[in-house]
């Protein structure tokens, strides 16, 4: 069982430059305030997810398509701060978060894969859909790409059967979709140093105090385990219990299934300071600015 995370951009269009397929968004006009806040948002949202365990694919002629406004005027725009970069400094950064150009690791099935009338088996959704039925959990981060609503909906073998995709906008959205379907899903693993509802927690050799107590079920402490997050693959991770009114710490097991162990943390507790309240906020909305 594995996830991948997909990444399509929306492009720029003009009399000589058409849409690396027909049915990704595009548009002639170049607002440089609207493209900056554009590659921001992008930067954002792929930095925040890096604490997710998925495989990550960007398409590399989308990308192309995309930047080509800042390629064409990298004279123009490098010595100035906000210049996001010329396509290979953009891939660059990519890279760098783990994404790879899904081309270079396509396998064909002999499927032909169908939107509406249009042929995809070649583009990303037809990757998509590859994927999907090889039972991945398959998710599009779309940045403007694509209008459709979701899930998009591919035919194949002539027509008889179908698969559908599903697409997100935003880091909320995203957030949303890893906490419901990543692929392994995330293990609870009770400590006794640290209880539950039903049991205190012991005390720390060497001192004369306790461990910080977990004081929900270990049920709902599974259920705040799916929507945690944290800064990377191997780090520990946290959520908000509203039921309990604190802040739960999940620590890495560190072992091959994404096993953690929790408990609940006040301010100035030990690893509260490690907890990003701009990525709780970014998730939780209003449900946690109120807290």
Known sequence: MSTALFLLLKEYTDADQLPSVPYVNGGDCLDESEWLKYYKQLFDTIDFFRYEKCDRYYDVRNFLQANYPFDLLKDYYEDREEFPGDSE????QIVSNGFIDWRDES???GQRYCFYDMDVTEDVLGEIARNIRSEKAVVLLNMDAISHPSPIRLSYANGNCSVEIEHVGSIKGLHGWFSKNRRPQRVFVYSSKHGDFYHPSEMISGTWRKAAQLECLQEEAQSLLDYAVGDDIGSSLWYYD??????????????MRLAFHGYHLIENEENFNNISIDKLAAVMGEKYDSK
Do not use: C, V
Not at 89 to 92: D, G, K, R, V
């Open 242 to 255: 509203a039921k309990y009114k604190k802040h739960i710490y999940f620590e890495n097991q560190n072992e």
């Open 107 to 109: 396998e064909e099935d």
């Open 89 to 92: 400094s953009i891939i660059a």
